[in-house]
């Protein structure tokens, strides 16, 4: 298996749900980042971790939380999403520098 | 201030006829360039960079894009669309300095018609 791949590719959820959304990438990459893409608006980046570190937080509300257990996985855990919050989710890695990223297919979260 | 600037939100095309979309950017300082594309229901698949050396650059599926430095420029373009090519292209940018960071244009919607 290569590349990016995430799980699961759709979710839904209510309000008060508590899940998490799964990021793997098979490339031997050392950054990864969450990135929310919303109908009509531009992507936007969530996260960034690099060596397993958070190197980056673009002022996402405390409901998403993400891990990075190790360079291969990434994870954001949800809870009390607010409808605002459906969107497609998109999980990418590089290695540093001025590397392209490479995108998983994203999960689709709806909140109802 | 930085930013990327994709001018048009569609582009309607007939097939086989050629295309080219459209990309400009801000900085002040120097640049590495990507072309993304998106079909329904997946990721982001890379078609294209630029990071140095010639301002022609090659990608996958037949497109190309050209680096214009001076018109801080990195338009995308295909002699020959198919109907396959309908999807979503973004542009992004990374600048240096800002480490990994990519920042991506709002989108151009490819459209190709019989």
């Known amino acids: 298996e290569t590349g990016v791949t995430q799980t699961p590719r759709h979710l839904v959820m209510g309000m008060t749900n508590k899940k998490s959304l799964k990021c793997e990438q098979h490339l031997g990459h050392n950054a990864m980042y969450w990135y929310k893409q919303s109908a009509k608006k531009p992507l936007e980046l969530m996260f960034v971790y690099s060596l397993e570190e958070r190197v980056e937080n673009n002022s996402v509300p405390s409901r998403f939380s993400p891990e990075c257990p190790n360079s291969s996985h990434l994870f954001l855990h949800l809870h009390t999403l607010q409808p605002e919050d459906s969107a497609l989710y998109l999980c990418?890695?590089?290695?540093?520098?001025?590397?392209?990223?490479?995108f998983g297919d994203g999960t689709r979260l709806s909140i109802l | 201030a930085q930013s990327v600037t994709q001018l048009d939100s569609q582009v309607p095309v007939f097939e086989e006829a050629p295309v080219e979309l459209r990309c400009n950017y801000s900085s002040s300082v120097s640049v590495y360039l990507f072309w993304y594309v998106q079909y329904p229901n997946q990721g982001l698949q890379l078609l294209l960079k630029y990071l140095s050396g010639s301002t022609l650059v090659k990608g996958i599926n037949g497109f190309e894009a050209e680096f214009n430095k001076s018109q801080t420029s990195f338009h995308l373009r295909k002699p020959s669309v198919h109907i396959s090519d309908t999807a979503e292209y973004f542009c992004a940018v990374i600048f240096t300095g800002g480490g990994n960071k990519l920042t991506f244009g709002t989108g151009t919607q490819l459209k190709v018609e019989l």
């Open positions: 990418a890695s590089s290695q540093q520098g001025d590397q392209p990223q490479h």
